[in-house]
């Protein structure tokens, strides 16, 4: 059986939910629709798999990647949404909020995040509270298979789901699908891609061309597409980034333990990952002070059993000006203000830190 093919209706999301997602792609024939996914290997892999169902139906889609530190909400990617002239617009595992991406444009919403609200008059298609939560891609592969030549695209889908939520991870059919796909191939690849959002130089677009270009994942992971020689530097270049800023002390207060960093890569997950392993007792905040100009982007995960949206929540902040308390409940962080994360961290327990603690320094890799 091909991955996540099963007759639940109620998996990966209802099957309404589906039909009337499938039904909105249907409707794209011969118009203009821009598809916007997420810059990670799930993200990219959605949206591949996106322009192919597009295509397949007689649409003519074009895809556009948020750049460093965006997303779907973001105000300078949302003016790049409007220039041009588009149909319709699909946005693919960016999360979910309350407000309109695009105004008065049609708009399909993919996603797996934890959300409960969506922007108004939007379609949406979500396998959050379903269980087990498909990933983004496995959900865009269910979603768009009837329109499509499924078995061919499965290695897609197979990637998507690696890279969020591992090789084990309980999804129909996951184990035979990624034998055909080729494991080592596959967790290269995923490595490769993923390197590419993670570089300071950002070059999510060229990696997006090479799975555009690729056929397999074994095209990407032994370089037989252009582009991937850009990702393997990217890849190094990350690799040196954590073992810097993996050196970096911790300091603790309680079962916190906050790492303070300047990079202008986003290795901040990476580091948090790492020193989760270190501390699986602790809640582990990675800040990193380098990533966006005046802005502290941290991370946060746990080996312990605790729900760290809810953990952040619970620190009864008044509201701060960025990201913060989304994402996933073992897997979140946010993007703030120097003056609000430092509000932030001192209501989790680290008193006495100024300005200058997160300040950028040192940022570029090298």
Known sequence: MLLGHTRDPLWPAPEQALLDARRFLEEQKGRRVLVAPHTDVDGLTSGVLMLRALEAVGARPLARVPGKGEHAHSPAFQDRLRVGAWDSL?????????????????????????????????RVLTANGHEPIANSSLLTYVLVSPL?????????????????????????????????????????????????RRSARFPVPVALEVLLRAGKASDISEGHVPGVDVLRDCRLEVQHEVARCAKTPP???????????????????????????????????????????????????????????????DLDLPPLEGEYANGHARATGGSLSQADFLRFIEAAGFRGLRTFDVERRGAFPG
């Open 90 to 122: 699909v946005v693919l595992d960016m999360g979910s909020r309350a407000a309109p991406i695009v105004p008065d444009l049609p708009t399909l919403v993919v996603d797996h995040h934890l959300s409960d609200t969506f922007p108004p008059g939007a």
């Open 148 to 196: 499509v030549v499924p078995g061919p695209l499965e290695w897609l889908a197979v990637m998507g789901t690696v890279a969020d939520l591992g090789a084990d991870a309980p999804m129909p059919f996951l184990k035979d699908a990624l034998k055909r796909a080729g494991r080592k191939a596959v967790t290269e690849s995923v490595a490769l891609l993923n390197a590419a």
């Open 251 to 313: 300091r603790f207060a309680g079962k916190v333990a906050l790492l303070l960093i300047s990079s202008e890569a986003q290795v901040h997950p990476l580091v948090a990952v790492r020193w989760a392993q270190r501390l699986p007792e602790h809640i582990v905040i990675v800040a990193n002070a380098g990533y966006l100009p005046g802005r502290v982007n941290f991370a946060m995960r746990s080996r312990a059993p605790v729900d760290l949206i809810a953990w952040l929540k």
